[in-house]
Structures are given as C-alpha cells and as structure tokens.
C-alpha cells in the first residue's frame, strides 16, 4: 500500500525544473530576466554547443551582497515581492524566487556578484542542487551566472533536448525577445566563441532595425496612443510587409514578453481587411498599463497574462492599431514600399531630374455618359487643377495617369517612376472605406430608383425585408414586398448606385438571415460591406478616360488604408527609374 510522505527538497527542485527549464532557452530567458531586473546596461551571452554544454550571463547590474549569494539558489527566496499586495502589482519581470534554484537542481552552477561599492567579488558553486560555500571570486562589478551540463543528472529529460542547432535557434530567439524588450540596455550574444550580435543601446526603432531588418523599419507605422493609464506604442508594419507565419510578432506588457490570445484577436483584428488571409503582420509593441490591472502570475514560465478588464483593452489596442494603420497615402512622411524591386533587378545610373508631365498615351479609352460622377461624385472635373509642369515636391503620390492596360491596369507616372494600379481593388477599397464611415456616422446617403426593380424572392427573404426594414433603411436599402414572392428594391446607398440592385438586395437579406439583425451591425459588418463594395466597384474592361483615372488616383490618396483591397491584395505597386533603368541595362 503506497505511503503519502513528503518529497525531499532535490527531487521538488527537479520537478520544478521541468516546468521552469523545458530547455536551454528557458534557462537563459530567466538568467536574462534578472539581469534586466537588476538594472543593467550591458549584457553578455555566452553559449557553447546551442547551451547545452553552457549558459553563461554577465551583466553590470547592482549585485547581490555576498551572505544572499547561498539564498538566491534556494526555492521560493526573492528580493521583489514579500507579501499578496507586492504579488499582486508585480513591476519585475521575476517574482517567484525558483528559476535559479531550479537550473541548480538540474545543472551544474556557478554564481558570481560584487555588489556596488564591495570590496571584491564572492561567488557560490551548485551541482545537482547542491549548494556549496561561498568563496572569494575575482569580478569587476556586477553578477554572472554560469550554467554547464544543463540536465546532466536528469538524463532521461536530457534525451528530450534536439540538436545543437535548433536549441541554439530557440536560445537566440530568447535574446532576441528580451533584446527588443529592452532597446535601453546594450546586448552581446557569442556562440561556440563567435560573435553573433552586438547590439549597442539605444532607441526602439533602431533596435528593430537591426533585429529585424532595414526593410521591416521601412515598412512599419510608428505609433504611440494613450487613454488613461493606458499606452500603446511601437512599431507595426504596412500590409506591404508581410509573413508567412509569426515569427516577426513581438508584444510586451510592462516590459515582458507575453503570448495573449485577447491582444492577438485585437491586432488580428485591426489587420482583418488590409491583409490577405494566409499572411501575417510584424510588429513590435509595448503595452503599458497599471501592474494592478494585469495577473502576470498564471503560468510557471510567465509568458501568459490575465486581463482585470479584458473588453477595454481588447478596444483600446484595436482602435490604436486601427487609426494607426489608417492614415491616407497623401498625409504620410513617406510612401509605403510599394515597389516591385524584389522581382526586378535595380541598375543604371542615369538620373531624371525633370517632373512627369500631364500625358495621354494613345491606348484605347471611352467615356460613359456621367460614369465619372457615378463613380466618384461631383467633385470638379480633375483638368483644373492638374498642371503640365509641376515641381517634385508638388506631383502626388500616385502620379497622373497616363492611360489603361486591357481595361485592369491604370497606369501612372510619378516622381520616382512609373505606378501602376489596380482598378477595381483600389475602387473597392474607397467604396468600402466610404461605406464604413457612412455607417459609423449613421449617415449612409439612400438613392430612390427612379423605377424600382423587382425580382422573384422567396417567403424566407419576404418575411426578413419585413421584420427588419428599419436595419435595412439604417444600411440605405429600402426593400419591400410586392407580393408573397417578389420584392422590389426602391432606394440603394448612394456609394452603391452603380451596382446591381438585385445582387445587393439579395447579399443583405442573405446576410440578415444567417447572421440575424444584431450580427451584421456589429461584428459581422464589415464582412457585409465589403462584399457590397466589391459589387460596387469598377468592373474589369470597364474603360475610363483620363480625367476618370486622375480622380480615382486622388481618392485612393485620400482613403484609409488604400494600399489594399478588402482582401489584402494590393491596389498599386511602383516601379522605379532606376528599376526600369535596370531592366533594359541603361547605363551599364
């Protein structure tokens, strides 16, 4: 008959240990972490064999006095909380006094500190969680924390361990984390005695910069929003700078590294209908908020946080990354890169100093009766204010147009060279974008059909345009029965005039029916309006004349977000002088 007796201190530490250490890298982010915690400004990372053979952290930080070296290895002993109200407001990101003592329980451990201000170092040797005493050491300031044969007295777990490559993976992933986490301190990392990085302090985008690429800062929004004691801010990359999983998705909350399933929807979210479904956004974001509003104590590894108020900050970052990733193409210190230098080789030296010119080329145009005012309202006839002769600093963004590629394509010239841009998407995403606002304002414009179109509906459909005619009329729709099987649509939004009637009506009421009134004017509202959109937008080998594609070049400027459709695609690409120049070997 099994006996309940009470683990001794080694095997708890062991069992702790695999919780805590679940490999190399977990060993470091902890060795890390209280180099952090003790203010350091510079700290180095040693690693031999992915640290397995060693993990080796120096940092300049203020040092524990000696009689605490011997503590600091045991179980549940910190200097950063003492009691619930400590534990409940935690500003550090260690507080559970067992990560030390449980790399000691399973490696082989050397403690090195000099306090500030002491006149020499002492330092306190552990093997297999035993701890030995303390003994003078030779350190200039500072602590270092030295472990070897990580699970050597474990080795069943220690078979669990892959190869040195891949631990060595997730080890510098860890200081990159806790590297970008912290741009304020100076990092060092070597491995197998080579030098990996060297990061200097500094700035957050420049720290950004060097970890993850000149091309995601390039990219990337800066952004820095506030409400209360709430702040978000950072950098999150345009939609023309994408993954193709998660690797480049970095979020802190007071400093810690954290994986949230409620942060994650928000920005997913926030990137819904700028990026396609199979990509992935990058940032680097810090979250601050009062440490009484956030649990940090959920798991043993620390990287899972509970919300006190998880709806308000689920809309706060929302809202912050949503305006952020709004700004209109005109308004922006520089345009995103929407080049096509990836698939074309750059060349050439040949500089064009003089601006483009209001041309048109001779490719096949014709023009609607009032198709420009259908499509883009009655804002003036673009010739007025377009001038043949303009200085750089005065060309728009997108250019002027030039003329049409097989009824798809506009394409146009700017400063730097050649734009080219999709029709449709771009008119889907200003139609979509007007539809949104129209509807946040609660001011969608209806246009009366001058003879109402009627069409064969079911009693289903019949019954759905009766019940809810007053959610129709707030989306601008006004649908009424005719008989028990037909319906007739008299008013449209006035965004969607252009669009076929039917097809519109019969997308809402499928809308309402399986989603029910409340859905479709919350979260499944956009979903609706964007398929609206799509059937409103400028259709394929629908030919415009030039001042029609000037005046969708100036909307797509002055529209959120314009830089993708709804379905994360991209509405223009540019081509540079310098690109073109490249292609034909101008200059070579």
């Known amino acids: 008959m099994a006996v309940i007796h009470i683990l001794p201190d080694l095997l708890i530490n062991q069992i702790a240990a695999g919780e805590v250490v679940e490999r190399p890298a977990s060993a470091l982010k902890e060795m890390l972490e209280n180099s952090v915690d003790a203010a350091a400004g510079e700290i180095a990372v040693n690693l031999l064999q992915g640290g397995i053979k060693q993990l080796r952290v120096a940092d300049d930080g203020v040092g524990i006095v000696a009689e605490e070296l011997p503590l600091a290895l045991a179980r549940h002993a910190t200097s950063k909380i003492a009691s619930l109200s400590d534990l409940e407001s935690v500003r550090s990101l260690g507080f559970r006094g067992e990560a030390l003592a449980s790399i000691a329980a399973v490696s082989r451990l050397m403690l090195t500190s000099r306090r500030r201000g002491e006149r020499h170092a002492w330092k306190v040797e552990a093997a297999g969680g035993e701890v030995g005493g303390l003994q003078p050491a030779a350190l200039e300031s500072g602590t270092v924390v030295e472990v070897q044969g990580l699970y050597f007295n474990t080795p069943a777990r220690r078979k669990f361990l892959k190869s040195e490559a891949t631990e060595y993976g997730h080890c510098e992933e860890m200081f990159r984390r806790i590297a970008l986490g912290h741009p304020g301190v100076g990092f060092s990392l070597q491995h197998n005695a080579r030098k990996v990085w060297h990061l200097p302090a500094g700035t957050m985008e420049r720290r950004a910069a060097i970890l993850l690429g000149d091309e995601f800062s390039a990219a990337s929004v800066v952004l820095d929003e506030r409400a209360g004691n709430l702040r978000l801010w950072g950098l999150a990359s345009l939609p023309g700078f994408t993954r193709g999983g998660r690797d480049a998705q970095y979020f802190y909350v007071n400093g810690r590294f954290v994986r949230d399933k409620l942060l994650s929807h928000a920005i997913r979210e926030a990137y819904k209908d700028i990026l396609h479904h199979d990509r992935h956004p990058a940032f680097v974001l810090f979250l601050e908020i009062e440490p009484e509003a956030v649990d940090v104590n959920v798991h043993p590894t620390k990287i899972e946080v509970r919300f006190r108020d998880a709806r308000a ?100 010239q700017n400063a730097k060279g050649l734009v080219i841009v999709d029709m449709h998407a771009a008119h889907e995403r200003i139609t979509y974008e007007k539809l949104k606002a129209a509807l946040d304002s609660r001011s969608v414009a209806m246009q009366p059909l001058l003879i109402p179109v009627s069409f064969h509906a079911g009693a289903l459909d019949v019954a759905i345009a009766g019940e809810h005619r007053a959610v129709l009329a707030e989306l601008g729709f006004e649908i009424a029965a005719l008989s028990p099987t037909t319906l007739a649509v008299r008013a449209l939004p006035a965004v969607l005039a252009d669009a076929d009637p039917v097809v519109l009506a019969r997308d809402v009421l499928k809308e309402l029916h399986e989603s029910g009134a409340a859905r479709v004017l919350a979260e499944r509202r956009n979903e609706l309006l964007a398929t609206l959109a799509c059937h409103a937008s400028v259709r394929a080998n629908r030919k415009l004349v030039v001042p029609e594609m000037n005046a969708l070049l100036r909307e797509m400027e002055a529209a959120e977000r314009a830089d993708q459709c709804n379905h994360g695609r991209p509405t223009w690409r540019e081509i540079s002088m310098e690109q073109l120049d490249g292609l034909f070997m101008r200059g070579k």
């Open 313 to 412: 900050l689920h809309q706060f970052i929302f809202h912050a990354l949503n305006k952020a990733l709004s700004v209109p193409i005109r308004t922006r210190q520089g345009a995103p890169d929407q080049s096509l230098s990836a698939a074309i080789h750059t060349g050439g030296g040949t500089s064009y100093a003089a601006p483009p010119q209001q041309v048109q080329m001779p490719l096949g145009v014709a023009e609607r009766a009032n198709l420009y005012e259908t499509m883009f309202g009655r804002i003036g006839r673009p010739e007025a204010v377009l001038q043949p002769e303009q200085a750089e600093a005065e060309i728009p963004p997108l250019g002027f147009a030039l003329g049409q590629l097989h009824g798809v394509y506009i394409l146009a």
